[in-house]
């Protein structure tokens, strides 16, 4: 049995009368949508509910699934300690999740518990069930979020999915999370232009059920528009993967400054033309095929070079580099840098400031290697990303000192700070590097130099790229 009925919710905590002490007339629509969301969740007479969180326990590598088999909270923190809950989880439930994410290869489970209490993302869905329903006496399952890719997320909702309808629960899911957090000046965040336009992109999708452009939305955009809920949404989209959907929009506010957005979804069968990430992923793989057939000898080269060394564990040999090499690449010396990209996420970069070897050929087949094996912030690459890697190569010009930052143009020139023995370097143009002040910051940290040390010198470069980011 699938899951049956789903909502869209946000968890302001002012929402609650006791919390809000008035306040909360002013997102009254917020409140109506809420409880017709809650009230039509439980008419499907849930067994179980599912509840993702962005505030349980949060790893950057890990999904966290609450463990043992009951928790408590309360709103104390929020001035209204009388507000108390008191769950029981379904831990048969909780094994089966965490056995078909193992299946998928999906880092899911219950380590890492740091406070069994209920958190207020899993409270105010849960005061709004206690109001609509007051005699469920059913269990949940609480789930966090990650920072691994959207698409994990997805997957993941699909394994819950499948431990539910192997345990024959009857079960719904609840999709806990505000939207942003800047749609406003006077808002206690401030505001961002990303604020108002992710409030709008999102409520059109949740409101369309078009759950495949939950994949669209840039990691840079997400985080500057500072909202709390789309990894939440994207793993109730993977639980109602292959589901036909009645759906209903109910409601966005912002009058706080934070978006709030409710939706609601009954399930009404299945529709196979609903398995969105099937459907991305054959869009995706459609995409880079053509992108491939488009790339130059540059970027050809570091493909080869790193793919042979993932599946030989050998370095590109001089004799297999392709015979049509463009003379600049055999004869000329300069410094490279290969970049890496898997599903819009930066997945390994590595490179050269000054040339190592005897031409940008020899260079470029190095640092494609180190890309994929060597740089320290991503495991290495693995045999089966190879055909979701897009690659980008770098072509270093020469540098040359300058004596102000104002002499740099983001788009134009990369940067090397340098102090001491220490130098950070930064490529030009950049995703999400707008200005000379953060292009800088980033290549000064990079360096391991703080901000002010005395002796700091810079330099900038110009590069010809290959491929695209």
Request: glycine share 10%; proline share 6%; charged share 30%.
């Amino acid at each position: 049995m699938p899951i049956v009925s789903a909502v869209m919710v946000p968890h302001p905590p002012i929402i609650l009368p006791e919390v809000g002490r008035g306040e909360e007339k002013k997102i009254q629509a917020t409140t109506d949508a809420y409880e017709q969301a809650i009230s039509g969740l439980m008419s499907a007479d849930p067994e179980v509910i599912l509840i993702t969180s962005p505030h349980t326990v949060l790893y950057g590598d890990y999904f966290h699934i609450s463990p043992g088999g009951s928790a408590k909270g309360s709103m104390s923190q929020f001035r209204a300690g009388d507000v108390r809950f008191s769950v029981s989880y379904d831990v048969p439930l909780v094994q089966a999740i965490a056995r078909e994410a193992e299946a998928e290869g999906i880092p899911a489970g219950t380590l890492g518990e740091r406070d069994p209490a209920l958190d207020h993302g899993t409270m105010i869905p849960l005061y709004f069930i206690r109001k609509c329903a007051p005699d469920w006496r059913g269990k949940i399952v609480r789930i966090g979020l990650s920072g691994l890719p959207l698409e994990d997320h997805y997957r993941l909702g699909m394994c819950m999915n499948r431990a539910v309808d192997k345990l024959s629960r009857r079960a719904a899911f609840i999709a806990s999370g505000d939207l942003s957090h800047k749609c406003r000046a006077e808002g206690p965040y401030g505001f961002a232009p990303q604020g108002p336009d992710y409030d709008r992109r999102i409520m059109d999708v949740m409101g369309r059920a078009a759950f495949s452009e939950l994949f669209d939305f840039d990691e840079q955009f997400l985080e500057l528009a500072a909202e709390c809920g789309h990894r939440s949404f994207v793993i109730m989209a993977g639980a109602l993967d292959g589901l036909a959907l009645e759906t209903k929009r109910l409601s966005h506010e912002d009058t706080f400054g934070v978006g709030y957005g409710v939706c609601a979804y009954r399930v009404t069968g299945e529709n196979p033309d609903r398995h969105m990430l099937e459907i991305r992923q054959k869009s995706r793989r459609e995409r880079l095929s053509a992108m491939r057939e488009e790339e130059d000898a540059y970027v050809r080269l570091a493909r080869l070079s790193l793919e042979t060394w993932i599946k030989t564990g050998k370095e590109l040999s001089k004799q297999d580099y392709p015979a049509d090499l463009p003379a600049e690449m055999n004869d000329r010396r300069a410094g490279t840098f290969v970049s890496l990209h898997k599903n819009g996420r930066l997945r390994g970069c590595i490179g050269t400031i000054g040339p190592t070897t005897e031409c940008i050929a020899e260079e470029i087949v190095q640092n494609a290697v180190s890309a994929a094996v060597r740089d320290p912030r991503f495991f290495p690459v693995q045999l089966p990303e190879l055909p979701d890697l897009e690659i980008s190569v770098d072509v270093l010009g020469e540098t040359e000192s300058i004596e102000s930052t104002d002499e740099l143009d983001v788009k134009r020139y990369g940067v090397i700070v340098s102090c001491g023995g220490r130098r950070g370097l930064l490529l030009p143009n950049l995703d999400g590097v707008d200005t000379i002040e953060e292009q800088v910051r980033i290549a000064r940290e990079k360096g391991g130099i703080r901000e002010g040390e005395p002796g700091i010198r810079y330099e900038r470069f110009e590069v010809v790229r290959h491929g695209c980011h």
